[in-house]
């Protein structure tokens, strides 16, 4: 339940792309996508997806209570026509594009009480909306935030399921944090969710593209489809295109976008490294901080930041830009910097006193692990440290990145080692052997220990004084994802106990452990 006061049908189908429906009006209390969800009074909306059908399971609705159903299936609307004659039911055009008006119209278009932000790439999406909240939160807005690691309405932490929910959920959103005082949203944008319609009909004050390298093309089987799906944010998906596009100027993909929001009518922020509207100078790095001068149309200001790399500083100018076009000055961007001590998984550092440096980064792309250990190498090289990497590859994902990670992984470290990621219904070991072809043409020593925890544990054994660790792939995650269950799992977690026993056992560091 919701809590929300009942609709009629008739006003939830308001602006909904419909085929055909019938003429009863039923008060429905709720909007469920799930027939698992439905309780009595409720409108469930049946939908294909991309795995499962959820037209299917309309009977199961029915069963438990639903009093009206909304199908993108000719067939379920025959089925109901002959066997449910006084059920309200509608046939739409599209189940998710009818799923997110019907969600709207349900829960009031909240959404229009608040500024939408959206940042979409494949890299940078969770730490530079980290940033714009703590940036919004400096100059005294209430904000939402949905993205991979968790949710958060006002002050309240909720877990994330998904990078960007379903539309339904997200109204839900909207409408707690509208309860709340929220003024702003800021949200990640999956490719999926693009695609898909989960994000139908909503109006992106800014938006914001860091980058667009390859990943996904288990769903989207080429990078010029996986780019289309992202340039929807551009364009306008069910709504007007951005008022303001922040874009990086630098990536391939960023140029093109920067033609199509123009013509879409957006305002168009380029930000870059060394040119673009946002950009940075004097950029100093060390393990646990990062400080630049980001230039800006509007004069230029020292940043000081505990993210640490190259990358972050990018991510850093995304999200100055999309903060100035809300509105906030240099000052209050700089104390949302600073008030950000570091982005769950994303070079999360683990200290237990060790005299070498571990991380763990969510790294789980080529693009991404060289940027990881692009960072480590600096790190390590100015204390003749060595770069050790322990990653692997998710199970049931884009298989043709196998290899490029592990050519990413060898050319970037001195020593990798290679383990599960989330495996799911595939088989460790075979995921490891398309790896290998990757690291074995980068010429960099390596070991593979499929069991995760023991190549953790290998991994930081191996560490000597001024070395630097990467556990790459899962970040944040607090499970682990095989064929026949989900386990806990926290690559931190494991890193520090780890850590722990080695501390209890010195060790001559200066030696390494061959």
């Known amino acids: 339940?919701?809590?929300?006061?009942?609709?009629?049908?008739?006003?939830?189908?308001?602006?909904?792309?419909?085929?055909?429906?019938?003429?009863?009006?039923?008060?429905?209390?709720?909007?469920?996508?799930?027939?698992?969800?439905?309780?009595?009074?409720?409108?469930f909306v049946a939908m294909h997806g991309g795995t499962t059908d959820g037209n299917r399971f309309v009977e199961?609705?029915?069963?438990?209570?639903?009093?009206?159903?909304?199908?993108?299936?000719?067939?379920?609307?025959?089925?109901?026509?002959?066997?449910?004659?006084?059920?309200?039911?509608?046939?739409?055009e599209h189940g998710r594009r009818a799923l997110a008006a019907i969600s709207a119209n349900f829960f009031g278009h909240l959404e229009n009480k608040l500024r939408l932000s959206g940042v979409t790439g494949t890299n940078g999406k969770t730490t530079t909306t980290y940033l714009l909240e703590s940036m919004l939160h400096s100059a005294g807005r209430t904000c939402i935030l949905i993205g991979t690691i968790e949710y958060h309405v006002a002050q309240e932490i909720r877990p994330s399921p998904h990078t960007t929910p379903e539309s339904r959920d997200v109204f839900e959103l909207f409408a707690a944090g509208v309860a709340a005082g929220a003024t702003e949203a800021?949200?990640?944008?999956?490719?999926?969710?693009?695609?898909?319609?989960?994000?139908?009909?909503?109006?992106?004050?800014?938006?914001?593209?860091?980058?667009?390298?390859?990943?996904h093309l288990d769903y989207h089987g080429d990078m010029e489809s996986y780019f289309q799906a992202k340039a929807k944010m551009f364009s306008g998906v069910g709504a007007a295109p951005p008022r303001v596009a922040a874009i990086h100027a630098a990536d391939s993909y960023g140029q093109r976008?920067?033609?199509?929001?123009?013509?879409?009518?957006?305002?168009?922020?380029?930000?870059?490294?060394?040119?673009?509207?946002?950009?940075?100078?004097?950029?100093?790095?060390a393990a646990n901080a990062t400080?630049?001068?980001?230039?800006?149309?509007?004069?230029?200001?020292?940043?000081?930041?505990?993210?640490?790399?190259?990358?972050?500083?990018?991510?850093?100018?995304?999200?100055?830009?999309?903060?100035?076009?809300?509105?906030?000055?240099?000052?209050?961007?700089?104390?949302?910097?600073?008030?950000?001590?570091?982005?769950?998984?994303?070079?999360?550092?683990?200290?237990?006193?060790?005299?070498?440096?571990?991380?763990?980064?969510?790294?789980?792309?080529?693009?991404?692990?060289?940027n990881v250990t692009r960072l480590a190498r600096l790190l390590a090289a100015s204390r003749n440290g060595r770069v050790i990497t322990v990653f692997g590859c998710g199970g049931d994902r884009d298989r043709s990145k196998r290899p490029r990670m592990g050519l990413a992984a060898g050319e970037g470290s001195d020593f990798v080692v290679v383990t599960s990621d989330n495996p799911r219904s595939e088989d460790p070991r075979a995921i490891v052997e398309e790896i290998l072809p990757g690291l074995v043409a980068s010429g960099v020593k390596f070991a593979?220990?499929?069991?995760?925890?023991?190549?953790?544990?290998?991994?930081?054994?191996?560490?000597?004084?001024?070395?630097?660790?990467?556990?790459?792939?899962?970040?944040?995650?607090?499970?682990?994802?095989?064929?026949?269950?989900?386990?806990?799992?926290?690559?931190?977690?494991?890193?520090?106990?780890?850590?722990?026993?080695?501390?209890?056992?010195?060790?001559?560091?200066?030696?390494?452990?061959?």
């Not at 639903?66 to 993108?72: C, K, P, R």
């Not at 800021?186 to 109006?203: I, N, T």
């Open 257 to 285: 976008l920067i033609d199509l929001a123009r013509n879409a009518g957006c305002e168009i922020v380029e930000y870059g490294l060394d040119h673009g509207d946002f950009r940075a100078d004097h950029i100093q790095l």
């Open 448 to 514: 593979v220990e499929v069991d995760r925890a023991r190549a953790i544990r290998l991994a930081i054994e191996e560490a000597r004084a001024n070395d630097v660790v990467i556990i790459a792939g899962k970040g944040h995650e607090k499970v682990q994802i095989l064929r026949d269950r989900t386990v806990p799992f926290d690559d931190a977690e494991v890193a520090r106990q780890v850590l722990l026993r080695r501390c209890e056992s010195p060790r001559d560091d200066t030696t390494g452990s061959r």
């Open 60 to 92: 199961n609705a029915l069963q438990h209570g639903a009093v009206a159903i909304a199908t993108d299936s000719l067939e379920t609307w025959k089925a109901l026509r002959a066997t449910h004659p006084k059920l309200a039911v509608a046939r739409v």
């Open 1 to 43: 339940m919701t809590g929300n006061i009942p609709k009629h049908f008739d006003d939830l189908l308001h602006r909904v792309e419909i085929v055909e429906r019938t003429a009863s009006n039923p008060s429905v209390i709720d909007v469920v996508y799930d027939s698992r969800a439905v309780t009595p009074g409720a409108m």
């Open 186 to 215: 800021v949200m990640e944008v999956s490719s999926h969710a693009l695609d898909q319609g989960r994000v139908w009909g909503l109006h992106w004050d800014t938006a914001v593209f860091t980058n667009l390298t390859q990943d």
């Open 291 to 370: 400080s630049f001068r980001m230039i800006t149309p509007v004069g230029a200001i020292d940043l000081r930041t505990h993210l640490a790399g190259p990358v972050n500083v990018l991510n850093l100018l995304a999200a100055s830009a999309a903060a100035m076009a809300r509105g906030l000055t240099l000052e209050e961007i700089a104390r949302g910097v600073e008030n950000i001590a570091y982005v769950p998984g994303r070079f999360q550092t683990v200290d237990c006193g060790q005299p070498f440096t571990v991380a763990i980064d969510y790294a789980h792309t080529d693009d991404a692990l060289r």
